[in-house]
T-cell receptor, first 111, second 113 residues
Framework: ELKVEQNPLFLSMQEGKNYTIYCNYS?????LYWYRQDPGKSLESLFV?????AVKQEGRLMASLDTKARLSTLHITAAVHDLSATYFC???????????FGQGTRLTINP | KAGVTQTPRYLIKTRGQQVTLSCSPI?????VSWYQQTPGQGLQFLFE???????NKGNFPGRFSGRQFSNSRSEMNVSTLELGDSALYLC????????????FGPGTRLTVT
């Protein structure tokens, strides 16, 4: 059974600092996704990572994928308050149209 | 291009009742997936429909069912509601021909009392 684990689950940080969220998954998967969720809202797609070594960046967020280690990271650079949200990683089971989600990381950025 | 729409957005039901939720995918998308989100269990996959056929199913009891119509709109039904069914139900649409990205709707917040 495919399991996805994120850490940390809670992260409180100051504006201007850098930090990384980690996402480990247990079996081979072909795609990894990062989503953002604001309180009471739906999921907003941030990144789709398709292959080993893939790196994508959007603003202050950068995601990378190491399929050999079964690890993805979401790096936040010079955090700002607007990035406060819950971040989820998710992977697909090969051959199935199904996302398996991590527990989510609740990120709070303080002024 | 309009996004994924879900109706109703909020719903309050009593234990033992049944409920039907609706999802309209992005135009041209043929796959609709449903997810349940609760504080305790997180985001869990319910089922996926493609061209009116259930193609994948999660580990939920038979009280949870769904269907898809010829226009790709989908409904999910929960019978004999339990308190634990209180959750945010999200549907997501994708092209479905090769799994690339799912676009999520705003969700239906179901409260069972």
């Amino acid at each position: 059974e495919l399991k996805v684990e994120q850490n940390p689950l809670f992260l409180s940080m100051q504006e201007g600092k850098n930090y990384t969220i980690y996402c480990n998954y247990s079996t081979t998967s072909d795609r990894l996704y990062w989503y953002r969720q604001d309180p009471g809202k739906s999921l907003e797609s941030l990144f789709v990572l398709l292959s080993n070594g893939a790196v994508k960046q959007e603003g202050r967020l950068m995601a990378s994928l190491d399929t050999k280690a079964r690890l993805s990271t979401l790096h936040i650079t010079a955090a700002v308050h607007d990035l406060s949200a819950t971040y989820f990683c998710a992977v697909t089971i090969q051959g199935a149209q199904k996302l398996v989600f991590g527990q989510g990381t609740r990120l709070t950025i303080n002024p | 291009k309009a996004g994924v729409t879900q109706t109703p957005r909020y719903l309050i039901k009593t234990r033992g009742q049944q409920v039907t939720l609706s999802c309209s995918p992005i135009s041209g998308h043929r796959s609709v997936s449903w997810y349940q989100q609760t504080p305790g269990q997180g985001l869990q996959f319910l089922f996926e429909y493609f061209s009116e056929t259930q193609r994948n199913k999660g580990n939920f009891p038979g009280r949870f069912s769904g269907r898809q119509f010829s226009n790709s709109r989908s409904e999910m039904n929960v019978s004999t509601l339990e308190l634990g069914d209180s959750a945010l139900y999200l549907c997501a649409s994708s092209l479905g021909t090769s799994f690339y990205e799912q676009y999520f709707g705003p969700g239906t917040r179901l409260t069972v009392t």
